[in-house]
């Protein structure tokens, strides 16, 4: 009886996690579209140079946010029908996908406090050689990609110790990014610090459910095994000689 109510308990609780975590995995999956086809991302990633650094942080980015949000919608889905039906396969198999995610969650949380400079860095110098192009010669090609950069980050220009960026800030700043007058190189800190913080917290988060899941999940999978041991105890069949 005691056995019972506790896998009871136990398969509420798995039930709520599963949900928890498929939600999450569609917010991972959500965030990862963002930053591959999100006006701010596309647009530094457009003008971005093949070598740039930034275009390998977009693409593993988006590469990997998929690959775990999937993991993750999988772990929760498995785990919720392991539930159902006390399978222990089922349930192996759910926590084979919890550890899964885990092993994929922890590295890029550790390489987003690792790196935490990294990818701000590289979008800066991707704006940094737009702007020093455009400044060096007027007639270049960049002139529109600085112009859509001023419109998306609705800013104008960067501050510059020498004096002599206001031609450029004249002429490549459209209206509502001229009317703001805000320094682009801090806008885009500002709008990343922003992104990132929202990473961090539900990679964090993400963590501690996948963690929960595989601590129900082996949990449940023993009180299955344990359970059918207990329902054969006592119950024997005849042979004939």
Same mark, same amino acid.
């Given at each position: ?20 975590? @498929?939600? #999450?995995? !569609? ?7 963002? =930053?591959?086809?999100?006006?701010? %991302?596309? *647009? ?25 949000? @999937?993991? #993750?919608? !999988? ?7 392991? =539930?159902?039906?006390?399978?222990? %396969?089922? *349930? ?150």
């Amino acid at each position: 009886m005691g056995l019972r109510h506790g896998m009871r308990s136990m398969k509420c609780q798995l039930m709520a996690a599963s949900l928890c975590v @498929m939600l #999450l995995g !569609l917010s991972i999956a959500t965030l990862s579209t963002v =930053t591959r086809y999100g006006l701010h %991302f596309s *647009t530094i990633s457009n003008v971005a140079l093949e070598s740039s650094s930034y275009r390998a942080i977009y693409h593993a980015a988006f590469y990997v946010g998929v690959c775990l949000s @999937m993991t #993750l919608i !999988l772990a929760a889905l498995l785990s919720a029908v392991a =539930t159902v039906r006390e399978s222990r %396969f089922l *349930t192996a198999t759910a926590f084979f996908c919890f550890a899964l995610a885990f092993c994929g969650l922890t590295p890029a949380a550790c390489w987003r406090y690792m790196h935490s400079t990294e990818v701000e860095d590289s979008i800066l110098d991707v704006y940094d050689f737009v702007y020093e192009e455009v400044r060096r010669n007027g007639s270049s090609s960049r002139r529109h990609e600085l112009t859509v950069i001023h419109e998306v980050f609705l800013c104008c220009g960067k501050y510059s110790p020498l004096g002599d960026t206001a031609a450029v800030e004249h002429k490549m700043c459209p209206g509502m990014a001229w009317a703001a007058g805000r320094d682009c190189l801090q806008e885009m800190r500002g709008f990343l610090k922003k992104h990132m913080g929202f990473v961090s917290t539900l990679l964090s988060i993400t963590i501690g459910f996948t963690v929960y899941g595989m601590v129900l999940t082996s949990f449940l999978w023993f009180s299955i095994h344990f359970s059918n041991n207990l329902d054969r105890k006592g119950k024997y069949t005849l042979r004939g000689r």
